[in-house]
Structures are given as C-alpha cells and as structure tokens.
C-alpha cells in the first residue's frame, strides 16, 4: 500500500519545474495559442500606453476567446453539412412575387430554436427556399446551436438502411440530437410506408424537444400525395406547423429566368 507522503507520477508531457515556462508557453499549454501568440505584441503596447497587467489580460483574453469563438462556430458550421452556404443579406426580397419579409428576420432571430418550434418555407422551385433555410441555419452555428442539413430523401435513405443493420434506434437518435435539424427538398420525392413511418418518427421525437427547418415544393393539402396515406401526411404537417412559423413564397423561379438569359 503505497505512503500518504508518496507523490503522484508526474505526467511525462509536464516539465519537473513548471516554474520554468515562460507565460507564452504557459498559456500554449493552456490551449490559449493565439494569446500566447499576441503575448510580445500586447505588452509593448500597454507599456507604451502605460495601461495596468489588468488592463492587458482583458485584452488577451478577450481577444482569445473571439477567435476561440470564431473557431468553433466555422468547426460547427463544418460539421453541420450546410450547402451551399448563404445568407439572409444576399437574398432579393424583392425577386419574389409574394414573402413575408418580416416573417423571415423572425426567423433570422432564431427565438423558434429557443423555443423548440419549426420552421417551413412552402413555395414552388427556385424561389428561395434552400437560399432562405441555409441562411438560418449558419446564423444558428455561428450562435453555437448543433445544426445539421440534410435531404428529405437522403433522410429516408438513411433510416431505412439503419432499419435493415438493426441500428435504427440509434439513428434516430442521432437524428433527434441536433439543435436545428433541415430537411431540404420534402415534396420532390414520394415515400412509401416504411419512408413515411420513419420520417414520422424523426418528427415526433424532435417535436417539441427541437427545432427543425422544412423547405417544401408542396401545400399540405397535397402532402397525401407524399406520403403513402392521408394520416402520415397530416401526422408530420401537424407536428410541424404546430406553434412553428410557416413561410409562404409565391413567384417564378429564378433558375429558369436565368436559364432564358
């Protein structure tokens, strides 16, 4: 049994003497690389200015954590599969025949997302409303929200390979553990029971624990031709809709227009 007075093993990545680190490498060590960076720079400065060791750290440490920040939220954006990337700023509000411009800034607060209600933007093809769905949801990794973009058919796809390896369960799970989850292009594709029941599920486990963005080609009075039934369809619109924002756009699409030119 070893002594009370036994110290621990030093852990071979440390020094004997820590006391030995300089303060750059001390914060390197501290994963705080561009402070450390910063470090000779900032000094001379609050020297020259004749500012306090206080006054210094805050600018280190704040200037740290916007690029630690930043760094994050490009990691997030990274992972969330967003394409293309877009914003709210570069979409013609103008360009459409009918949109409710103060709906979408609504959106842009992403109150829906603290709120665990959805987002639907209902309109025909290349109105803008993948353009619209992405813009939101790289606002909502640069705020730190787990995001994830997804096509409805790619979705479906998923589970149903999940089904057959027996990993369902967990693949709805994972399904259900983003923060903001899009479905792109739901209406494009038709589904047959087992898609719609699987894509029901995603619905119901996010419903109300999660937010998720819809971009959809079809009114829900037609969804019963998406589905394999009447009641699927009604099932996830309802689930969907419910204290969510709905998001009409009329017009011609774009794409063609550019397509004459």
Not at 15 to 21: H, K, R, Y
Not at 34 to 59: C, M, V, Y
Not at 155 to 169: G, I
Not at 208 to 225: C, E, H, M, Y
Request: charged share 25%.
């Amino acid at each position: 049994m070893p002594s009370s007075t036994q110290r621990p093993p030093r852990s071979p990545d440390l020094p004997a003497d820590l006391q030995t680190l300089s303060l750059a490498e001390v914060l390197r060590a501290l994963g705080l690389d561009h402070a450390a960076g910063q470090l000779d720079t900032a000094t001379q400065k609050a020297i020259a200015r004749n500012e306090s060791p206080t006054s210094l750290l805050d600018a280190l440490m704040r200037e740290q954590l916007r690029i630690s920040v930043q760094s994050r939220a490009q990691q997030a954006l990274k992972r969330s599969g967003i394409f293309p990337l877009t914003t709210l700023d570069s979409y013609d509000f103008t360009y459409p025949k009918s949109i409710d411009r103060d709906l979408c800034l609504r959106a842009a607060s992403l109150d829906f997302i603290r709120e665990k209600a959805s987002c639907i933007f209902l309109g025909p093809s290349g109105v803008g409303k993948t353009h619209l769905a992405n813009a939101i949801g790289q606002l909502a990794c640069l705020r730190g929200y787990r995001v994830r973009f997804v096509l409805a058919a790619d979705l479906v796809n998923s589970l149903t390979a999940a089904q057959a390896r027996n990993t369902l369960h967990k693949r709805l799970s994972a399904w259900s553990a983003y923060d903001l989850l899009l479905v792109d292009e739901l209406g494009y594709l038709s589904f047959d029971a087992r898609g719609a029941d699987l894509l029901y599920q995603v619905f119901n486990r996010r419903y109300q624990r999660a937010s998720t963005i819809v971009t959809t080609n079809l009114p829900f009075k037609d969804w019963g031709k998406l589905f394999s039934t009447a009641s699927a369809a009604s099932a996830i619109a309802d689930r969907l809709v419910h204290k969510g924002l709905l998001i009409r756009i009329q017009g011609k699409s774009r794409r063609s227009d550019q397509e004459i030119e």
